[in-house]
Each structure stands twice: as structure tokens, then as C-alpha cells.
């Protein structure tokens, strides 16, 4: 006769302390390997952090999902998102730094607020599909947002938790879920030769780098010497550096090698020598830490106050290419600051960042008559797709001269007759 298999819930109490706040706990059962089920009791929180029972009981639903993973499914539905959400996090989060930190964002901060009490049954595509056209956010960030409900979604189905046949945030639409808020500024040879200028180094030759190859600001701080083979003048694409944490590279396409032309490996080499060496070989290291540095202060501090020159100043009529004539100095006393006019004339016209320069870099590309697929793989895009439409746009002067070929041979037929 086969054992009755019954769903666990638990029991959640509350136990009182001498000092400090009271605190919750769960109790439960736990079969081990030779089948005896075992008592077993673990820590929720305090009241301080639930304030009821019910709040207590919600904490702990992803354990509960777990405990009963081979029991009949016939209570599941009860089971909420939130539940969803804490599970996703606790066994299927990315484990790449950066992808994680955004997932984890989203869900904590916009995703489990809004739809971890609804069970869920209860959210359907038209409501989250409202929700989502009320943030203010751009429209990739929605689409972000969506993304991160769908996978979760696609696990509760996964862990026999969710029988619809169709993911519901599937169709979910998130209106120009592909495109910016604005267009990405690209540089002329001019531009950049101004930007370059106003830099000291490391950020000059750092910029050199993003320019000449088209690296993502991340790999290019996680840049090791012994990744360069100066001999065969290529450059193994392999980590990436994020708000401190040493990472492997944003995708599987992204790790190849790129071309390493002699004279940016002279570049290069005349940087060693006044690199601060350091046991791991960073290229770009901070002399405080031996670590590399921070590219968000950089940009922050050095990259936008040089883009914002691009400009002349309303206010002390300050030419492109040079500081505003401003009294003060900053913090470091080192170089003049910038007119707030002239950040904002900078602000109107696209802001300068580290991505500048790969989208700078697809556009040269495209200037060159390079085939389509040979920018895809110096851009190490997955999708040619991306490098198409994401990246990248016709210069003004490509524009212009395309434009003048067609003008020239709908016109030629009408000068010939007058």
C-alpha cells in the first residue's frame, strides 16, 4: 500500500525574547535520505520586520514551494509571486556581477512592491501591460522590467507552479521596448580630437583605447598586459571590471580577440612605462587601491566636463576646446570649472560618456565601407541585428554626399532639357 503524499504548509510562531524584539519562526518537517521525516525549525525574522503572522508566513512561501516540490499540486494555487520572486533570486539569478545587480534591482525595487501579494492567477498581460505605460522610465528599461517578469514566470512553470499554457507577460507589448529616449551622439574626427586634448592621463590613452577598438568602458578596466600579444598585434577580450567586482565579459560573443594595430600597441607601450605595475597586470591601475579604476568616476569627473567643451559657452564665450573662464578651481586645484550654461548647451546637444565611443566607433566603421559582418564581429555583437540598429549612425557628411548622388541624378534629366 503506497504512502498518502501530503502538502506541507508548516507552522509559523511567534517566540518571545528578554531582550530585543520578539522573533518569528517556522517549523517544519524534513524527510531525509533513509525516508524518517525530521522536526526541524528555522529563523523568519523579528517583529520588527514582519509585523504579523500573515507578513511572517509570506517570508517564508519559497521555502514552502521547496519542502513540497514532489507533493500533489492542488494547493498551489495560493501561491504568490512574491514567492516566485524569492525562490528566482535564491536558484536562478545570473551570477555575472552586473546582470545580477540590475535583475535584483528591478525586482526589489519595481517588481515584487507592485505584484508580490497577487497570486498568480491573478496577474494578467492587460494590467501589467498598464502598469508598466505608467512608469517613468525609458522605454528599454520597461522593456527590462518585462523581461526579468517573463523569466520568472517561465521558472513557476518550470517548478510545476504555473499551468496556463501560455506565459501570460508574453503578451505583454512595451511600446518602442527597443529604442532610446535619444539618440546616442557620435563624434566627428574633430570632436574627439578636442575631447582627447583636455584629457591627462590615464584617461587619454584609456580613451585612445575605446576609440581605436570599440571596447565596452568595463573590459577596457579590466585590461591585463598579459592579455595584449604584441607580436601577433591582438588583444584577447576576456573580463570586465563593474563597480569594483572583477567579471567575466557581458556575453559569449563578447570574449574573441580584436585587432591590435602597431601604432596603438606603440601607444600602448609608452603607457607601461608609466603604468604603476601591479602583481595582477592591471593596464589602467589606481595608484590608491592597485586596483583598476572606478570608469563612472572617470566619466563622471574628466570624460563629461571635456564633452561639455564641445560647445561655446553662452555666458564667458568661451571657445570649443577650452576650459570656461570661470573663477575656482576644483577640489583637486588643478583645472577651472565649468560653466553650468555650458553644461547645459553640452546637455541639449547629447551628453559625452564612455559608450560615446564604441556607437563612435560603429559609425568610423560604417564611414570605412566596412562589410556588415566584419563590423559585427570587431563590435562582437551576438545579433547583426544589433549592430544595425543599435549602434551607430550615418555621419553628417555621408548624409550629405549620398543625398547630393540622388539629387544629382533626379535633376540631371531637367538640366539637359533647359
Known amino acids: 500500500m503506497m504512502d498518502r503524499t501530503r502538502y506541507q504548509f508548516g507552522s509559523v510562531t511567534l517566540k518571545k525574547r528578554a531582550k530585543g524584539a520578539d522573533v518569528w519562526e517556522f517549523r517544519y518537517y524534513e524527510t531525509q535520505a533513509d525516508g524518517v521525516r525530521k522536526r526541524k525549525a528555522t529563523f523568519i525574522g523579528t ?9 511572517a508566513r509570506v517570508a517564508v512561501e519559497a521555502l514552502l514551494l521547496r519542502l513540497n516540490e514532489e507533493k500533489p499540486q492542488h494547493h498551489l494555487g495560493a501561491v504568490t509571486f512574491g514567492a516566485i520572486c524569492d525562490r528566482y533570486i535564491e536558484e536562478e539569478l545570473p551570477q555575472r556581477y552586473s546582470t545580477r545587480k540590475s535583475y535584483l534591482s528591478n525586482i526589489s525595487i519595481h517588481i515584487r512592491p507592485r505584484w508580490g501579494h497577487y497570486l498568480l492567477h491573478q496577474i494578467r498581460p492587460m494590467v501589467v501591460e498598464g502598469w508598466l505605460k505608467s512608469l517613468d522610465m525609458a522605454p528599454k528599461s520597461k522593456a527590462h522590467i518585462r523581461g526579468v517578469m517573463h523569466l520568472m514566470f517561465e521558472c513557476a512553470a518550470r517548478w510545476e507552479l504555473f499551468n496556463d499554457r501560455r506565459n501570460p507577460i ?9 529604442k532610446r529616449r535619444e ?33 565596452r568602458v568595463s573590459e577596457i578596466a579590466a585590461l591585463q598586459w598579459d592579455d595584449f600579444d604584441f607580436e601577433k ?8 571590471f563593474v563597480s569594483g567586482h ?15 594595430h602597431e601604432s596603438l600597441a606603440e601607444v600602448l607601450l609608452e603607457w607601461e612605462k608609466e603604468a604603476l605595475p601591479t602583481e595582477e597586470g592591471w593596464i589602467f591601475a589606481n595608484p590608491l587601491t592597485n586596483k583598476p579604476y572606478y570608469p563612472t568616476e572617470i566619466q563622471k569627473r574628466h570624460i563629461h566636463p571635456a564633452g561639455c567643451c564641445l560647445v561655446a559657452c553662452p555666458k564667458c564665450k568661451a571657445d570649443v576646446g577650452v576650459w570656461c573662464k570661470q573663477d575656482g578651481r576644483t577640489p583637486n586645484g588643478k583645472r577651472l570649472l565649468i560653466h553650468e550654461e555650458r553644461k547645459a548647451v553640452a546637455g541639449k546637444n547629447g551628453r559625452i560618456g564612455w559608450h560615446t565611443f564604441r556607437h563612435t566607433y560603429r559609425s568610423w566603421l560604417d564611414e570605412t565601407g566596412a562589410p556588415m559582418k566584419v563590423q559585427q564581429e570587431l563590435m562582437r555583437h551576438a545579433s547583426i541585428q544589433t549592430t544595425m540598429n543599435v549602434y551607430g549612425q550615418a555621419m553628417s557628411s555621408s548624409k550629405r554626399e549620398a543625398n547630393s548622388k540622388i539629387v544629382e541624378m533626379v535633376l540631371k534629366p531637367l538640366k539637359a532639357s533647359a
Open 47 to 55: 517583529t520588527n520586520q514582519y509585523k504579523n503572522k500573515s507578513e
Open 170 to 178: 508574453q503578451m505583454v507589448r512595451v511600446k518602442g521596448g527597443t
Open 183 to 215: 539618440r546616442p551622439t557620435v563624434l566627428t574626427v574633430q570632436e574627439y580630437e578636442v575631447i582627447l586634448a583636455l584629457l591627462k592621463e590615464p584617461y587619454r590613452t584609456m580613451v585612445i583605447v575605446a576609440q581605436c577598438l570599440g571596447l
Open 233 to 240: 598585434n591582438q588583444l584577447l577580450v576576456q573580463r570586465s
Open 246 to 260: 572583477v567579471d567575466d565579459v557581458k556575453t559569449e560573443y563578447s570574449r574573441d580577440y580584436v585587432p591590435l
